[in-house]
C-alpha cells in the first residue's frame, strides 16, 4: 500500500479561490468623482511607485511605444484594478530579489555534494556493494551509472537484472590503482570535489584516472541527464482521499532516484526505508492538496541541482515576469498564480519535506 503524504490541516485548498486580476467594463454612466479619484490614483500613486522599480532600470528600458499602450490599457481601470495590479507587480519584484539574495548568498560548497557524501558514508539505503581490493563499499546504482561511464557500462551490459533483495556486487578489477585512490574517485563520483587525501602534485594524475573511467565534472548535470526510466522511485501526485480511493487516469507519475531523494529530505529517507524494509516498491502517493503536481518539477530540480528555478512551472501557470505581454493577458481575464503565492507554497512544501538549503533560500532577508 502506497504511503500517503497527508493533507493540509487548514481549510481544503480546491475550495480557496485565487485572486486574480481583471479589468471591468467601464459603463457610460461612470460619475465624474470616479473618474478623477481614478486619475490621482493613477499619476500619485502608480505611476511614482512605478519608477522605483528596481528591474526597471536593471534588466532594460521600456520603449514609449510600450509606454503608450501600457498607459492606454490601463486608463479606464478602476482604483482597485489599479492598486490590485501594482500589488501584483510588487511581488514579482520581491520573489526576483529573493531569488538575487539567495544566490548571492549561497555557500561554496554545495549542499548537494554535502547530502550526497552523507548518504555513501553512512549507507543510507544503499543498493549495491563494490568490492576493490579485497575492502568493499556500500553504494548507489543511480549515482554511479549517473557518475561514471565505467559503472554505467558494467549496468548496461548485464542481461539480466536482478530481481531478488540481495544487493548487487561489482567487482573493480584495476587492481594498479591504490585503495586510497579509489577511495578516492568515489568520493569525486559522489560529490564532484577532490578529497582533501589528493594532492596538488598528484591530481594530475588522478584527473587522468576520472578521464579514463568517464567521471563526470558536473555533479548535478550529471544526475540530470540521467533517463527516468532507469529510477527505481516514483512519486504519484492524486486529489484521491485518505482512504486510497483515487482515480488512477487523473494521477501524475514523475520517476526519480530514490537514493537523492533519501539523501536530501528526511522524511522521504523515513518512507523509502520503510517501504524497503517490507520489500515494497519505492511508489510514494502525494496528496495534492499539500503538494500539488504544479510544483513537482520546481522541486526535484531544486532537489538534484541545489537550484530554485521557477520556470519550471507547467505552461499557463508560470511567474509573472510583469511584462506588458503580461499586462495584457491579465486585462483579457486570464487567470494566472501571483508569484509570491508560488514561494509561500514552496516554502511550505520545502518545510514539509525536510528540504533545509531550500527553506533557507527563501528565508533571506
Keep these: 500500500m502506497a504511503e500517503s503524504m497527508g493533507a493540509l490541516s487548514s481549510s481544503v485548498r480546491k475550495e480557496f479561490r485565487l485572486d486574480w486580476i481583471a479589468p471591468t467594463s467601464t459603463s457610460k454612466g461612470d460619475s465624474i468623482r470616479r473618474n478623477r479619484l481614478t486619475s490621482i490614483i493613477h499619476s500619485k500613486c502608480f505611476i511614482e511607485k512605478l519608477k522605483i522599480f528596481g528591474w526597471r532600470q536593471k534588466y532594460r528600458q521600456i520603449s514609449r511605444e510600450d509606454q503608450r499602450a501600457f498607459c492606454d490599457l490601463i486608463s479606464h481601470w478602476t482604483s482597485t484594478e ?5 500589488t501584483e507587480m510588487e511581488s514579482a ?17 554545495s549542499v548537494l555534494a554535502t547530502d550526497l557524501l552523507n548518504a555513501w558514508k553512512n549507507e543510507i539505503v544503499p543498493d549495491c556493494f ?3 581490493k579485497g575492502f568493499r563499499y556500500a553504494a548507489h546504482s543511480f549515482i ?6 565505467y559503472f554505467s557500462d558494467f549496468w548496461n551490459s548485464l542481461v539480466i537484472q536482478q530481481s531478488d533483495d540481495k544487493k548487487l556486487e561489482i567487482l573493480f578489477m584495476n587492481n594498479s590503482i591504490s585503495s586510497e585512490t579509489f577511495q578516492a574517485m568515489l568520493y569525486y563520483i559522489y560529490s564532484g570535489e577532490y578529497d582533501k587525501s589528493i594532492s596538488d602534485f598528484d591530481r594530475q594524475s588522478f584527473n587522468a584516472i576520472l578521464q579514463r573511467y568517464g567521471c563526470g565534472s558536473s555533479l548535478s548535470s550529471d ?4 533517463d527516468s526510466q532507469k529510477c527505481d522511485c516514483t512519486l504519484i501526485f492524486t486529489m484521491g482521499n485518505r482512504e486510497g480511493i483515487h482515480n488512477e487516469n487523473r494521477d501524475y507519475r514523475i520517476k526519480c532516484s530514490g537514493a537523492v531523494l533519501a539523501a536530501r529530505s528526511s522524511y522521504l529517507r523515513s518512507v523509502i526505508e520503510k517501504r524497503i524494509l517490507c520489500g515494497e516498491e519505492l511508489e510514494i502517493v502525494i496528496n495534492e492538496h499539500l503538494f500539488p503536481r504544479i510544483y513537482a518539477r520546481i522541486i526535484l530540480d531544486a532537489i538534484y541541482t541545489d537550484r530554485l528555478d521557477l520556470n519550471k512551472m ?4 508560470q511567474v509573472s515576469v510583469s511584462s506588458l505581454s503580461e499586462v495584457q493577458a491579465i486585462a483579457s481575464g486570464q487567470r494566472h498564480f501571483a508569484p509570491l503565492r508560488h514561494a509561500i507554497d514552496i516554502f ?6 525536510n528540504l533545509p538549503y ?6 533571506i532577508n
Excluded at 93 to 109: D, F, K, N, Q, Y
Excluded at 223 to 226: I, N, P, W
Design 144 to 149: 554511479l551509472r549517473a557518475r561514471c561511464r
Design 223 to 226: 544526475l540530470m541527464a540521467v
Design 314 to 317: 507547467p505552461d499557463g501557470c
Design 93 to 109: 519584484c520581491g520573489v526576483r530579489e529573493l531569488i538575487s539574495v539567495a544566490e548571492e548568498t549561497r555557500p561554496g560548497t
Design 358 to 363: 531550500l527553506i533557507h533560500g527563501w528565508c
Design 130 to 132: 563494490v568490492t576493490h
Design 348 to 353: 511550505h512544501i520545502a518545510q514539509f519535506l
Design 82 to 86: 489599479l492598486v490590485a495590479l501594482l
